[in-house]
């Protein structure tokens, strides 16, 4: 069943609201969209505003939640991924985690072929982070988005979906247009 704006409107409980759009996103974006990148950079495309920002975002959520921003450079350095990151905190209006996220990205991209390549290391990424400089201009973002995701509750970054979808219901459902 498709999410509509009267379902997003009657959802009290936040934590019930992102479910329902954690499984409009699972919807429209199986699996089998999802492992191949192709694919998934066209789904997320025609998918509306707001479900694309969500699912941009929701991989550096992971990567906040179990490593650090310094670390989803290592792990996502792919433009059009780091783009729709970007583009997805801007839309959802987490602006200091967003301008923080460019800056990291800036700071990150010129090491881009290094971590591609097999020098870098989940043993020494850490030792290297520091050799190149960045480590000391990274923690502090770490430890504001931390903060703010401590703050936020269980759901973390998540937190601004269901804030976001109740403001701008209009954005998060697929009209049949679209369909």
């Keep these: ?16 609201l992102f479910e329902l759009l954690s ?28 479900l694309r920002a969500m699912a941009g975002m929701h991989f550096f959520d992971v990567s906040m939640t179990m490593d650090d921003l310094a670390w989803h450079f290592g792990n996502q350095n792919d433009e059009r991924d780091l783009s729709e990151t970007l583009n997805g905190l801007r839309e959802l209006e987490l602006t200091e985690i967003s301008v923080y996220f460019e800056q990291a990205w800036k700071i990150m991209e010129p090491q881009f072929e290094a971590l591609r390549g097999p020098g ?3 043993e020494n990424f850490y030792d290297w982070l520091a050799e190149i400089g960045a480590k000391e201009k990274i923690d502090p973002m770490n430890d504001f988005i931390w903060d703010y995701c401590k703050k936020a509750g269980d759901l973390g ?7 976001y979808a109740r403001k701008y219901p209009e954005r998060c459902i697929v009209t049949e247009a679209a369909s």
Excluded: C, F, K, N
């Excluded at 999410?3 to 009290?12: G, K, N, P």
């Excluded at 499984?23 to 997320?44: K, M, N, S, T, V």
């Excluded at 970054?157 to 804030?163: G, H, V």
């Design 1 to 16: 069943m498709a999410l509509t704006a009267e379902l997003i409107q009657a959802t009290e409980d936040d934590e019930a």
């Design 23 to 50: 499984g409009e996103l699972q919807r429209l974006l199986p699996d089998e969209i999802r492992e191949d990148e192709g694919r998934y950079h066209e789904a997320l495309a025609g998918l509306p505003q707001g």
């Design 120 to 122: 870098v290391t989940s």
């Design 157 to 163: 970054l998540l937190s601004s979906w269901p804030a």
